[in-house]
């Protein structure tokens, strides 16, 4: 267990040797392959799961036994939407202290977007974010960019960087505004068999935005950031995606709109799947003031009605994965007038808790369907190899206690930065433990 007052680079995680025998007892096992809600006994060995059964393999003696009575046992989490601003602005984030919230939070894999400084616009910028993750307590993933230093004006050398080990290309932080070049890069992932995750926003109508365009930001004299900005964007990536049959990911969905587009285009069989983020199923503009930075996000928060959508669209399927978009800042960007502050939340640390608390414990969403979302979809997404709690599959598994109460004060997080949207408030569902390739690579204690 790693101690939170010590510094996380003096903890390495080494691949090189297996961790010892683990068992985990009496958990309810809430996954795939119909093993949902089923109290059951997992052992492992060699970083691998040996069996998921009622009971522990007859001689196998375990050196680690956890007992997850009450708790739900479930394959890693996977979280496709992190910026863990290294290179370039270490102090907000880092590598190791982003992967270390992030095991922290129950991810045992994460994707990190490109608009570090410099750019993960090349090869060599790949290969360094994933030597930098080798000895991290989560895998990570490193999205590409789609165009060279997220100008929109010309493309990065996609093959390249899929080579390297890129899951993916996104302009994220920026959209991709020349239509043309939208189209190429479309076509090039195609050929190289990834998604484009999209980030939707129309610079004309956003430019110079706050919050959300309304008679919140009305109230408030703040210039807005109206809906159709997202939906016009999200409009045409769906019918570029239709043209060219290239896969699209539509990231951090936040409006009605947007979420009728993608479900009329899923309904024609377009490849597009999307996301939304903890904030957009919690607050709404009205939880902004009084002028609340913390609060500051884009897309910003929406109406109530957009929330309303917003959770329609996990229910009826429609928005596939619930991803953190987690953007660390420091107290300079965030401690200031609102106009002045930066766009960006924190969200590795609380997201279970926030999808336990709002959507979970009221019945909108299974455990089953959470773990689709947060586990399953992210990772077929971006073509990963499943986690489906079998024997045979490497030990990357959470364990959650979707009973335990807690107050959010991130000066007791591990992530550097402490701009969360969910500070001070009570929230139902914790995690507990998070297992890497066998090896317990974070552990609450018991307070």
């Given at each position: 267990m790693l101690d939170?007052?010590?510094?996380?680079a003096r903890h390495p995680f080494d691949r090189s040797t297996p961790g010892p025998d683990l068992a985990?007892?009496?958990?309810?096992?809430?996954g795939v392959d119909g093993q949902t809600d089923q109290e059951k006994c997992i052992a492992i060995s060699g970083g691998k799961i040996v069996s998921v059964d009622t009971s522990l393999p007859i001689g196998f003696t375990p050196e680690i036994r956890l007992d997850a009575a009450g708790k739900w046992v479930v394959p890693g989490l996977f979280d496709m939407h992190v910026h863990l601003r290294e290179p370039g602005c270490e102090d907000k984030e880092t590598i190791v202290t982003g992967t270390q919230a992030a095991a922290a939070g129950g991810f045992t894999g994460l994707a990190c977007m490109p608009n570090t400084n410099p750019v993960l616009d090349e090869e060599s910028m790949i290969r360094h974010v994933i030597q930098r993750a080798a000895q991290c307590p989560c895998r990570v993933y490193p999205v590409g960019s789609i165009t060279k230093k997220l100008k929109g004006e010309k493309l990065s050398p996609v093959g390249e960087m899929v080579d390297a080990g890129a899951v993916a290309i996104s302009d994220d932080g920026k959209p991709v505004a020349n239509?043309?070049?939208?189209?190429?890069?479309?076509?090039?992932s195609r050929s190289f068999g990834i998604p484009v995750l999209c980030h939707s926003e129309t610079p004309e109508l956003s430019a110079g935005g706050q919050m959300n365009e309304g008679e919140v930001s009305t109230r408030m004299g703040m210039r807005g950031i109206p809906a159709v900005s997202e939906e016009i964007c999200v409009a045409r990536d769906v019918m570029l995606s239709e043209y060219t049959?290239?896969?699209i990911?539509?990231?951090?969905?936040s409006t009605a709109g947007a979420v009728r587009i993608i479900r009329e285009a899923k309904m024609r069989g377009v490849k597009v799947s999307c996301e939304t983020c903890p904030h957009y199923i919690v607050f709404t503009e009205d939880d902004i003031g009084p002028y609340d930075t913390y609060k500051k996000m884009n897309p910003p928060l929406r109406t109530s009605r957009d929330r309303e959508a917003v959770i329609e669209g996990l229910i009826d399927g429609t928005i596939d994965v619930i991803a953190t978009d987690h953007a660390p800042h420091t107290p300079e960007d965030k401690d200031v007038e609102f106009e002045a502050a930066a766009f960006g939340v924190i969200g590795l640390e609380t997201s279970v808790a926030a999808v336990i608390s709002y959507l979970v414990h009221r019945g909108v969403l299974s455990p089953a369907d959470m773990v689709e979302k947060m586990a399953v979809a992210p990772r077929r997404i971006l073509n990963l190899p499943d986690r489906s709690m079998s024997a045979g599959e490497p030990a990357d598994i959470t364990i959650i206690d979707p009973e335990k109460t807690w107050r959010v004060d991130p000066a007791l997080f591990y992530s550097k930065s402490r701009n969360s949207p969910f500070w001070g408030m009570e929230l139902t569902g914790c995690v507990c433990t998070t297992i890497l390739e066998g090896k317990v690579v974070f552990e609450r204690g018991s307070g």
């Open positions: 939170r007052k010590e510094d996380p985990i007892i009496n958990g309810k096992v809430v239509a043309i070049m939208m189209k190429n890069a479309l076509n090039y049959g290239a896969r990911h539509i990231q951090h969905v």
